[in-house]
């Protein structure tokens, strides 16, 4: 065999080898990054289940919570008209107790029962003032005599000492709303509580002369965020004669996303026919130029509408509250 032949002879068997090898290894190869691809996917579908699974969970308890809620409204406005139907029977001094205050100013709401539940009741309430918009805000209920609710809290108080007064004078109810508005203090413990709503207390009273006896919790009652039991803190409230107010109707301009004020008007509008009682939940702040731009709108909406009055909250509003006190049935 001459050395040529056997140099091709070589070179034959080496592409052979290598055409095997790439024969092996491309197919191995593959496999590798198929099952590495696989290994990814497995995971991939274990945390979307698991994020489904969460999501699931969640959608459930939000429905629970949705319907818990509703259930208490319920049981709050029975509780309401079963006191009112028993008062209209109590002797004068039992009418009292069910009432609170002057006897005769209660009687004066149960000359006609039967005409006093047919009339719708709408409290405008309004949540974190005051604010830039507060003065107008005061100038449209002026305008059309309808008295609301300011649920304000102490922020700049030297700079809005004279929207507070305003507020008292033209025979708005004052509420609070927490002093800082800061959940992560307010929160924190049932001590920080009750100090931040000392504060609030004492501060509106130098400044206003008038002692509320109405609270709102920031995010309301029924709030996931608080780190101290809520019935703590009801009881807080209870022991203090304080009353506390959630909402049955949002006006939606809390959203993240901003609403408008024809938006703001139809929700409220929508939700009001199914409530006899209705409080409904608005804000006062800076960006919510939309409600004030609503308000005007809405109050000419709940006007037309037959056997309605807009009042504000007294000690004889039917409690809306998204959370019971543990004592209660």
């Known amino acids: 065999m001459t050395s040529e032949r056997r140099k091709r002879i070589n070179r034959l068997k080496k592409m052979i080898i290598w055409t095997v090898l790439f024969m092996i290894l491309i197919p191995t190869a593959g496999c590798i990054v198929l099952g590495i691809r696989l290994h990814y996917a497995n995971n991939s579908v274990k945390t979307m289940k698991g994020q489904i699974a969460f999501l699931e969970r969640a959608l459930q308890d939000s429905i629970d919570a949705a319907d818990r809620v509703e259930a208490l409204l319920e049981i709050n406005e029975g509780i309401w008209r079963e006191s009112r139907a028993e008062a209209d029977t109590e002797s004068p001094e039992e009418a009292e107790e069910v009432f609170g205050g002057d006897v005769e100013t209660a009687g004066e709401g149960l000359v006609n029962d039967t005409e006093a539940e047919e009339v719708r009741k709408v409290y405008l309430t309004f949540d974190d003032g005051p604010s830039v918009n507060t003065e107008e805000l005061l ?104 009353s506390y107010f959630d909402w049955n109707v949002s006006s939606g301009d809390a959203s993240s996303v901003p609403v408008g004020s024809d938006q703001i008007v139809n929700r409220v509008m929508e939700q009001l026919p199914s409530r006899q009682v209705a409080v409904v939940l608005m804000h006062d702040a800076s960006n919510k130029g939309s409600t004030l731009e609503a308000l005007p709108k809405l109050i000419e909406e709940i006007q037309k509408m037959e056997k309605t009055e807009i009042l504000p909250i007294t000690e004889e509003t039917m409690l809306i509250q998204h959370a019971l006190s543990e004592k209660e049935p």
Not at 165 to 182: A, Q
Not at 197 to 203: A, H, P, S, V
Not at 205 to 219: A, D, H, I, L, Q
């Open 139 to 242: 100038d449209i209920l002026a305008e059309y005599d309808v008295k609301a609710t300011f649920f304000v809290t102490g922020k700049d108080k030297e700079k809005y000492a004279d929207t507070y007064r305003r507020i008292v004078e033209e025979g708005h109810t004052l509420g609070m709303h927490s002093y800082s508005h800061e959940y992560s203090t307010i929160y924190a413990s049932l001590e920080s509580f009750q100090k931040d709503i000392e504060l609030l207390r004492d501060f509106l009273y130098n400044e206003t002369g008038v002692v509320s006896n109405f609270y709102r919790f920031p995010g309301g009652s029924s709030n996931q965020v608080s780190k101290t039991d809520i019935h703590e803190m009801i009881d807080y409230l209870d022991a203090m004669g304080i």
